[in-house]
């Protein structure tokens, strides 16, 4: 398997990425967002006012402790943060996926997706992955460590996290109101990548897997612009002999993989 055909999924902390695994597709985009960037190794003490989002690079920290903790003071209460943290390693550097969940508890803080969520999906990384059909993408402490034990080397972990008790509702990927997005490559070239038998390479921590799709995928990835709803897609398949049954199954497959992925998102109201 080939690199080049392969799709590696990231966090680059762009704005669909935020509003969707933060804010859950539910904020206006109009609503002005107070953002502060602190990345590695940059001080807090000039930025005493409170912000909505924070993005946070602790991955040069030796101890990220301090920074993150003055940091989460500064987050409004139903604000977020992007937090980066270098991954182990090997000669004592860095933290786990355990350690990151406890960084944030120190910090008040609770992860609400880790980034990618399939790359923390132990099921994702057996020699036989089986189709993705979860819409939660909720961290899960002891799953996470198991698929970091599988995935191996990686050169750091980035969570969306809130505060404590504040956690976030999504918007629901199964209402047909609801508008999908894609974040990074554009439907054409996510259907390429899937190969003959609905296969679709993908790397994972520091591996290479293969992941079942819905074969209608290929057509319907192309479709998402967007502008069309969920409805509008399901409308457009079904003239294509896909019933609205078939539709649902296999869009929650497409969602859950491919949202899974931080490919495909929702896209929040005006």
């Given at each position: 398997?080939?690199?080049?055909?392969?799709?590696?999924?990231?966090?680059?902390?762009?704005?669909?990425?935020?509003?969707?695994?933060?804010?859950?597709?539910?904020?206006?985009r109009s609503c002005p967002l107070r953002v502060l960037v602190a990345g590695a190794d940059a001080g807090v003490a000039a930025a005493q006012s409170i912000h909505d989002y924070i993005d946070c690079d602790l991955s040069a920290d030796a101890d990220p402790?301090?920074?993150?903790?003055?940091?989460?003071?500064?987050?409004?209460?139903?604000?977020?943060?992007?937090?980066?943290?270098?991954?182990?390693?090997?000669?004592?550097?860095?933290?786990?996926?355990?350690?990151?969940?406890?960084?944030?508890?120190?910090?008040?803080?609770?992860?609400?997706?880790?980034?990618?969520?399939?790359?923390?999906?132990?099921?994702?990384?057996?020699?036989?992955?089986?189709?993705?059909?979860?819409?939660?993408?909720?961290?899960?402490?002891?799953?996470?460590?198991?698929?970091?034990?599988?995935?191996?080397?990686?050169?750091?972990?980035?969570?969306?996290?809130?505060?404590?008790?504040?956690?976030?509702?999504?918007?629901?990927?199964?209402?047909?109101?609801?508008?999908?997005?894609?974040?990074?490559?554009?439907?054409?070239?996510?259907?390429?990548?899937?190969?003959?038998?609905?296969?679709?390479?993908?790397?994972?921590?520091?591996?290479?897997?293969?992941?079942?799709?819905?074969?209608?995928?290929?057509?319907?990835?192309?479709?998402?612009?967007?502008?069309?709803?969920?409805?509008?897609?399901?409308?457009?398949?079904?003239?294509?002999?896909?019933?609205?049954?078939?539709?649902?199954?296999?869009?929650?497959?497409?969602?859950?993989?491919?949202?899974?992925?931080?490919?495909?998102?929702?896209?929040?109201?005006?």
């Amino acid at each position: 398997m080939e690199n080049v055909s392969s799709l590696i999924p990231g966090s680059a902390g762009d704005p669909r990425e935020v509003e969707y695994w933060l804010f859950g597709a539910t904020r206006l985009r109009s609503c002005p967002l107070r953002v502060l960037v602190a990345g590695a190794d940059a001080g807090v003490a000039a930025a005493q006012s409170i912000h909505d989002y924070i993005d946070c690079d602790l991955s040069a920290d030796a101890d990220p402790r301090a920074r993150l903790n003055a940091l989460a003071g500064l987050l409004a209460p139903a604000g977020g943060m992007r937090v980066v943290v270098a991954a182990p390693d090997g000669r004592g550097g860095g933290c786990d996926v355990g350690g990151l969940f406890d960084l944030l508890a120190g910090a008040g803080l609770v992860p609400v997706c880790l980034m990618v969520p399939l790359e923390y999906d132990p099921a994702c990384l057996e020699a036989d992955p089986a189709v993705c059909t979860d819409l939660d993408f909720q961290p899960d402490r002891a799953g996470a460590a198991l698929a970091e034990s599988r995935a191996g080397q990686r050169s750091f972990h980035v969570a969306y996290a809130r505060h404590a008790g504040d956690g976030v509702r999504r918007a629901d990927p199964m209402d047909v109101a609801s508008v999908p997005v894609l974040r990074d490559l554009d439907g054409f070239a996510l259907s390429r990548l899937m190969r003959p038998d609905n296969l679709l390479p993908v790397r994972l921590g520091g591996r290479e897997v293969l992941l079942p799709v819905p074969s209608q995928a290929r057509g319907l990835l192309p479709l998402i612009d967007g502008r069309r709803t969920v409805g509008e897609l399901a409308a457009i398949l079904e003239n294509r002999g896909v019933d609205a049954a078939q539709f649902r199954q296999v869009w929650r497959e497409m969602f859950a993989t491919f949202a899974g992925l931080n490919q495909l998102l929702l896209q929040a109201p005006p």
